[in-house]
T-cell receptor, first 113, second 109 residues
Framework: DVKVTQSSRYLVKRTGEKVFLECVQD?????MFWYRQDPGLGLRLIYF???????EKGDIPEGYSVSREKKERFSLILESASTNQTSMYLC????????????FGEGSWLTVV | GEDVEQSLFLSVREGDSSVINCTYT??????LYWYKQEPGAGLQLLTY?????DMKQDQRLTVLLNKKDKHLSLRIADTQTGDSAIYFC?????????FGKGNQVVVIP
């Protein structure tokens, strides 16, 4: 079974703190994604990566950066957390082939106070 | 960019069929998906359909795709209380997966 693991399930951080959200997948997938989910807004794509050290901006990249130093790990970084970044963050991965299935982690609930 | 539209809420009696609809805009989408999210949980892939198919059936689930109208639907037969969840449709194209805002389904016993 494919497993996408998000290291932190629940976090509470203070405004201005630097926050790292880690995601690891164990199936050698090329593509990895970070989304945030907010009530009434669905899932919105923050960043994605199609290879090691490669990254592309999604629809809402402002306030975020990412790192993909190893194929299995995709990190989301909040350089200076703000209260409007309180949200549920979901990581996903997908192989190049077959490309029909995308796997999600369980989500990380981040509260910024 | 892609735009995926869903209605927000559906209430259905246990044992009835439920139908959730979705429209999308990206005609180059290769795959279309239905995901289920239960409270406090991540997204569970229910089923997907390749863009050159019209219909896919998987046990109680039937997916219909109308490419001309860019309309996707999910029919759940014999809806159970365990089917209460938020359902998201999503389209994959141009290396990205775009989601609708979700449709909350409440099953009444």
């Amino acid at each position: 079974d494919v497993k996408v693991t998000q290291s932190s399930r629940y976090l509470v951080k203070r405004t201005g703190e630097k926050v790292f959200l880690e995601c690891v997948q164990d199936m050698d997938h090329e593509n990895m994604f970070w989304y945030r989910q907010d009530p009434g807004l669905g899932l919105r794509l923050i960043y994605f990566s199609y290879d090691v050290k490669m990254k592309e901006k999604g629809d809402i990249p402002e306030g975020y950066s990412v790192s993909r130093e190893k194929k299995e790990r995709f990190s989301l970084i909040l350089e200076s957390a703000s209260t409007n970044q309180t949200s549920m963050y979901l990581c996903a991965s997908r192989p190049d082939s077959p490309g029909n299935t995308i796997y999600f982690g369980e989500g990380s609930w981040l509260t910024v106070v | 960019g892609e735009d995926v539209e869903q209605s927000l809420f559906l209430s259905v009696r246990e044992g009835d069929s439920s139908v959730i609809n979705c429209t999308y805009t990206d005609s180059s989408s290769t795959y279309l998906y239905w995901y289920k999210q239960e409270p406090g949980a991540g997204l569970q892939l229910l089923t997907y359909i390749f863009s050159n198919m019209d219909m896919k059936q998987d046990q109680r689930l039937t997916v219909l795709l109308n490419k001309k109208d860019k309309h996707l639907s999910l029919r759940i037969a014999d809806t159970q209380t365990g089917d209460s969840a938020i359902y998201f449709c999503a389209e994959y194209g141009n290396n990205r997966l775009a989601f609708g805002k979700g449709n909350q389904v409440v099953v009444i016993p």
